[in-house]
């Protein structure tokens, strides 16, 4: 090509890695040539030049197929923008060897960075592992536990709260949760959130009416015939995730119950089920699609950047959005 084009290799180089340090003629003539023969440049030849993948990894033990699909969506808008691929890698946070499975991973990949979601973004142990091989990561987390230029905060509390003034506010005072996974930290953080925002407006949930769900359809609708099947059943219903507030959905359906007449049930993280049920669900909206985009866009910067300089932290506020399974308590 530098010969097709009369100039040197370093000058085709320049061009081909979009260079801003080439004249707009020397440009336009090696951009002729590299369509005339039809040249693709190799990630795998690149990377070994210069010692990088171009590869980021998403690690997830994570039952809610909805978040996972947002978050890589996210992820890959980054990679696709910067050059760079991303390998999925599912895995069970409590089998046996789980934390050499993903070493093998991550070296066997020669991955530059992964991005870590919750429940292993939590995970001490794992997080160890990465730093003790020198591999880069970011965590989506409700909590700080970490550096902020390996983060991106979530403050679930402060949306989950929104849904407890929200509930007082329509006039309930008998009123449910079905929390997520006791493992998650985002379980307490929304429980708390919830809990506390109810207290301030004199509401009290009682002990009974607090029960554990796996951020399923399938425990959301066990559950909610638990609760609804009660005589005196709660009149409105926190779901911990949206996957579950559908399953309340049809427990409501089997046992009668109208949404919003009878019932009001409300969702978190505002996936695209919620809009699409009906009647539409109220719900917090969490960013998780941004949250992919966000962890990823800061992780190659620092790849590229070589973890120059501090990072601001990104936080992300998750707010209620009311729809049509609100309904005031009479």
Not at 44 to 69: E, H, K, M, T, W
Not at 73 to 101: D, K, N, S, T, Y
Not at 193 to 214: K, M, N, S, Y
Request: one cysteine or more; aromatic letters at 6%.
């Amino acid at each position: 090509m530098a010969r097709l084009a009369k100039v040197s290799k370093k000058t085709v180089s320049r061009v081909i890695n979009q260079s801003p340090y080439v004249h707009d003629a020397t440009r336009a003539v090696v951009d002729a040539v590299v369509a005339r023969i039809g040249y693709v440049p190799s990630p795998q030849a690149r990377g070994l030049a210069i010692n990088r993948s171009f590869l980021l990894g998403l690690i997830y033990d994570n039952p809610n197929a909805q978040y996972i699909v947002n978050v890589q969506g996210g992820i890959l808008e980054a990679c696709h923008r910067e050059g760079f691929e991303l390998v999925v890698h599912p895995c069970r946070q409590v089998a046996p060897g789980f934390l050499a499975e993903v070493k093998t991973f991550v070296q066997r990949q020669n991955l530059d960075g992964v991005i870590l979601v919750p429940p292993l973004s939590e995970d001490a142990a794992l997080v160890a592992l990465l730093r003790a091989i020198g591999c880069r990561y970011m965590r989506l987390m409700s909590v700080p536990l970490d550096e902020p230029t390996s983060m991106v905060l979530h403050t679930d509390r402060t949306g989950a709260a929104e849904v407890g003034a929200h509930l007082a506010q329509l006039g309930h005072t008998r009123v449910a949760l079905i929390t997520g996974p006791q493992r998650y930290r985002s379980t307490h953080e929304r429980r708390e959130g919830f809990l506390g925002a109810l207290a301030e407006h004199g509401v009290t949930v009682p002990d009974r009416w607090i029960v554990e769900g796996l951020y399923t359809f399938e425990t959301g609708e066990k559950r909610g015939m638990e609760l609804l099947s009660q005589a005196d059943r709660p009149t409105a219903i926190f779901a911990s995730n949206d996957e579950m507030a559908a399953g309340v959905y049809k427990a409501a359906y089997r046992l009668g119950i109208s949404i919003p007449r009878d019932l009001t049930v409300v969702g978190f993280d505002d996936t695209p089920l919620a809009s699409r049920m009906c009647p539409a669900l109220s719900t917090v909206r969490l960013p998780i699609h941004d949250m992919g985009r966000l962890a990823a866009d800061r992780l190659i910067g620092r790849i590229n950047d070589g973890d120059a300089g501090k990072a601001q932290p990104i936080t992300v506020t998750p707010h209620l959005v009311i729809r049509e399974s609100s309904g005031a308590f009479v």
